[in-house]
């Protein structure tokens, strides 16, 4: 081998990891059977011959040399020659052996080491790559294939088939099933060039089966020095089944939240009429069906006909399904379902022969699966609920089970609404008994003298006296004793002066039981105007007395603790201020908030969480004097108000802080709720006071404040009222009233921060700014978590997306401006709703921004996108189909998951300004910075600085690999005009 073909060589075998793009498979293993080959070649047998022939030839050179020189020799005598003769051989000879022989083995030594090393970093390779489990394809600069794995293999089906150097349309050709396969590969292949970077994405093909296969694909394009195309890997995972278990995830968890809302419906509703249409809609709209539809028989033709539908109800338009099963419109799903009171699943439309019938009306609507579910009545077929799926095979087992239960509980709602109506019914029959029960009232006939003269049988029922016990006698036979005679003598004269007296009074029957009853006593006058007799007409009131009592402790007592509720309350502390301001004596009032209810009550159901307020209100009681309130307000709020206490405040406020801590200890202690051991805490606020001089809403909303200053303590704790933070409080509030009108009356501003690289101008992040009437200009820190707090930060995020696309969009018309990217920060809340994808979707739709064009970038919290990760890598992903980016902003400030991080499909990290603020200075924050950019650079992702505001930052910054910032160095927030100016003036500089 020549000089330069090994310095090529050896330069091959160097540089084969750089250009693996452009090796082949069958390429490396001819390069290591040449090698060892050539291994081989060199054994002890070839340098004995090769040495021989050198010798011999040396000889018949020497010999053929001393021929031609023979003559000299002979002059000089045989003496010299024989002297001559050995000392020429060898000074020939030797040259010759080390230029033929040694030099050669030598060269040749050195050239099978370099080979050796070659061949075993050729063969670790290949071991690398076989052992990686996912599918990788190493291409050339002009896309043929040269090195893949058996994963890849198996993938394309590629085991038989002459893959090595071909292209994507090449393997196409020789693969028609899987053509569109490779297209796609290609297109993927195009977009990974043209980015210049590591770019993952999902392909999608059909296998040799038919069936789809998805793959996430990572694609690395390499180029020269030139900038020319030089190779491309590509690594491909099948994720099919993830996607597929996904989706299923998805539909699955639609259906629960139909199920969910139906049972909730079933609570609200009262007949079918009202409730077979939700049903149908809640299937639709949360179920993921394209058509639910619940059908009854209809007894004068025996058909099923739709009584309520929704989704694609054109399918329904001449629709023919017969409950008989003597014709084809009766050997559907439909009317097996309802005729056999069955489930009946039809997971493909199209080949299905009980739905042939409906094939060419299910192709026009797009259906690949059906399910009917029959309903019941008393125990009877009723109806049947059908719906219809996109989707072939979409009824699985899970599913079907679903939507039985969601016919179950249809049935059951319709059988509760039976029951309900003949409880109904039965109440009103109660109640018309009752009416002619109360008509039945007690009557007595006396003469004027008072004497009785006949009684109905009310009479005998209510008082228990027959007829023939009480004829003859006085109505004070019934007297109970608890009226008086002065009570009786104002009754006479009443009856005397009016002829007429009504009112209440206690009687006894005749077992000596006392009852109150109402009697109305009106005298009967003859032509003269004289008294003849006396009506009393009574009933008995027992039953109301207790009702008005029921009543009245309904309206001042809490019905689950018994305590007096907030009225009462109000009553009481009316009072208590009346009399501390005549004795000048402090009183206190105590707010008392159990820490984390909430959480009992979703955990462990209501019912325990009731059995816990009980079982506080009797600790409650049991830490107080009997004269002293406790008072429940509603949920798990309790007050307790102490009377009484001391005319000094200081000692007033020891009193009530020891009752406040005994609370606390009483609270503390385990509660033993129906075997179930619950450890609680409460959060205190306490407010002293004297007199009248404050209203009491005010005292209230004192305590209340204060017990927020517990919570904000961390629980577990007292506080007492500060006038301070009620301050605090009410700017707040007022502040939050002001921000509901912002977005109407245009306060809110939209300001531009510029953002570079070491191009120029890159683009802007948009900034909030709310320009106040009257305290001006007022910073997104002070009213964004406001804004959060209140739900308007979804409207506000919804203006500042359109604002920024219209900008984006007037931007393009402008060469100075076309380039430009904006980057918008959503907010939690808004990034969780549910509709968030389709919010963004309208935006751009309405205002013409195509992403894929002009640069619209989302800005997300860390820790916004790892409260639910499957969500929100659900959300990027759609979003990002709609060409817009991502950048993980203020990273390094939250609880950061690298694990979580790679599976979100991130363009861009964004370095908080609270390590870029010291990096120069700080060796911590510089270190940090450097990893930070370090992991962008190892996963691909652009890397930007925020709060760049001294050149030390700026140099530390670009001498570490970010090259993009952000901050008041390059420019401050900026309205949109002036933002523009700034442009224009950087353009001319």
Request: aromatic residues 8%; charged residues 25%.
């Amino acid at each position: 081998m020549s000089l330069p073909c090994r310095a090529r060589e050896e330069r091959r075998s160097n540089n084969f990891i750089d250009e693996e793009a452009s090796t082949s498979c069958g390429y490396l293993g001819s390069r290591i059977r040449s090698m060892k080959k050539k291994t081989m070649s060199l054994t002890p047998f070839g340098i004995v011959v090769v040495v021989g022939l050198i010798v011999s030839m040396s000889e018949l050179l020497i010999m053929l040399s001393i021929g031609s020189l023979q003559p000299l020799f002979n002059n000089r005598g045989s003496v010299f020659w024989e002297f001559l003769d050995p000392i020429v051989l060898t000074a020939l000879v030797s040259p010759a052996l080390y230029v033929l022989i040694f030099k050669p083995i030598q060269n040749q030594q050195v050239e099978l080491e370099r080979q050796n090393v070659e061949l075993r970093r050729n063969e670790q390779l290949m071991m690398l790559i076989e052992a990686i489990p996912d599918a990788v394809f190493l291409k050339d600069g002009e896309g043929r294939w040269q090195i893949i794995n058996q994963s890849a293999k198996q993938m394309f089906q590629l085991h038989d088939l002459p893959w090595q150097g071909k292209t994507e349309m090449e393997l196409a050709d020789l693969q028609p099933s899987f053509r569109a396969a490779h297209e796609g590969c290609l297109a993927g292949d195009e977009r990974a060039w043209e980015a210049g970077r590591l770019l993952v994405g999902e392909e999608r093909f059909a296998d040799e089966a038919g069936q789809y296969v998805i793959v996430e694909t990572r694609k690395v394009p390499m180029f020269d020095k030139d900038g020319r195309r030089k190779g491309l890997m590509v690594i491909g995972r099948d994720i099919t089944k993830h996607k597929v278990l996904e989706a299923r995830n998805e539909r699955l968890t639609k259906l629960y939240k139909a199920l969910s809302e139906i049972n909730q419906a079933i609570v609200r509703m009262d007949d079918e009429s009202a409730l077979f249409p939700l049903v149908c809609r809640i299937a639709v709209d949360f179920g993921g069906l394209k058509l639910a539809w619940i059908g009854q028989v209809n007894e004068a033709n025996g058909l099923i006909e739709p009584v309520a539908s929704y989704g694609e109800v054109g399918y329904l338009n001449g629709l023919v399904i017969s409950s008989k099963e003597d014709v084809p419109e009766g050997r559907g799903n439909t009317g097996i379902a309802f005729r056999e009171n069955r489930n009946v699943i039809v997971n493909n439309l199209q080949n299905s022969e009980i739905a042939m019938p409906w094939r060419e009306r299910s192709l026009r609507c797009d259906f690949g699966s059906s399910g009917a579910f029959p309903i019941q009545r008393a125990g009877k077929p009723f109806a049947v609920l059908s719906v219809y799926h996109a989707h072939i095979d979409a009824f699985d087992a899970e599913m079907t089970g679903l939507l039985e239960e969601m016919s179950r509980d249809i049935s059951f709602a319709l059988d509760n609404f039976d029951r309900e109506n003949k409880r109904k019914q039965a109440e009103r029959d109660l109640r018309i008994a009752a009416t002619a029960f109360e008509t039945q009232e007690g009557i007595v006939i006396t003469d004027r003298d008072n004497r009785i003269l006949r009684v109905n049988r009310a009479f005998t029922r209510l008082t228990g006296y027959s007829a023939a016990e009480a004829i003859g006698r006085t109505p004070a036979m019934l007297k109970s004793g608890r009226q008086d005679a002065t009570f009786y003598r104002s009754l006479w004269e009443t009856l005397i002066r009016d002829k007429f007296w009504q009112g209440e009074l206690w009687n006894r029957r005749k077992n000596g039981e006392a009852y109150p009853e109402w009697l109305t006593i009106t005298a009967v006058l003859d032509a003269e105007g004289q008294v003849t007799h006396y009506v009393g007409v009574f009933s008995d009131i027992t039953f109301r007395k207790e009702a008005d009592e029921k009543i009245h402790r309904l309206a001042f007592h809490d019905p689950l603790t018994n305590l007096p509720n907030r009225s009462l309350l109000q009553d009481r502390l009316q009072q208590a201020m009346m009399t501390s301001a005549r004795s000048q004596r402090q009183c206190a009032l105590l707010f008392i908030d159990l820490d984390n209810f909430k959480t009992l009550n979703d955990t462990r159901g209501h019912d325990v969480g009731d059995l816990l307020l009980i079982e506080v209100a009797k600790r409650l009681q049991d830490c107080v004097r009997d004269s002293d309130t406790v008072a429940r307000l509603g949920g798990d709020e309790f007050v307790v108000m102490l009377e009484d206490l001391s005319e000094d405040a200081q000692q007033a406020a020891a009193v009530a802080r020891d009752v406040g801590e005994k609370i606390l200890a009483s609270i503390n202690r385990p509660f033993d709720l129906q075997g179930f051991e619950y450890h609680s805490s409460s959060s205190i606020g306490i407010s002293l006071f004297r007199g009248n001089g404050i209203d009491m809403h005010d005292l209230i909303k004192h305590a209340d404040t204060a017990m927020y200053q517990a919570k904000t303590a961390g629980r577990n704790t007292l506080r007492f009222f500060d006038p301070d933070k009620q301050t605090e409080l009410e700017m707040h509030a007022a502040l939050m009233d002001d921000l509901r009108q912002a977005l109407p009356l245009r306060q809110l501003k939209l300001y531009y921060q510029v953002q570079v690289n070491e191009h120029g101008v890159m683009g802007a992040e948009v900034l909030l700014r709310w320009q106040h009437p009257e305290k001006g200009l007022i910073l997104p820190m002070e009213f964004i978590p406001l804004a959060e707090e209140t739900g308007l930060i979804v409207p506000i995020g919804v203006w500042v997306l359109q604002t920024a696309c219209k900008q984006l969009k007037a931007w393009q018309a402008d060469p100075l401006t076309s380039h430009l990217q904006l980057a918008v920060n959503v907010s939690a809340r808004q990034f969780r709703q549910p509709d968030f994808v389709e919010q963004v979707f309208e935006v751009l739709k309405e205002t013409g921004v195509d992403p894929f064009k002009l640069g619209l970038e989302f800005e997300l919290t860390e820790s916004l996108v790892l409260h639910d990760i499957d969500d929100s890598i659900g959300k990027m992903q759609a979003l990002r189909d709609m060409g817009i980016r991502f950048s993980l902003d203020d990273f390094g400030t939250g609880q950061s998951s690298l694990s979580y991080l790679k599976r979100l499909p991130l363009d861009q990290i964004k370095i908080d300004q609270s390590f870029v603020r010291d990096v120069a200075t700080d060796q911590n924050d510089a270190v940090i910075v450097r990893t930070i950019i370090g992991m962008a650079e190892n996963l691909g992702l652009n890397i930007i600085a925020e709060g760049v505001e001294t050149e030390q930052q700026r140099d530390f910054l670009e001498r570490n690999g970010c090259l993009a910032h952000q901050g008041y160095l390059f420019g401050t927030p900026l309205p949109i005009e002036e933002f523009q100016e700034q442009l224009q003036q950087k353009r001319d500089t």
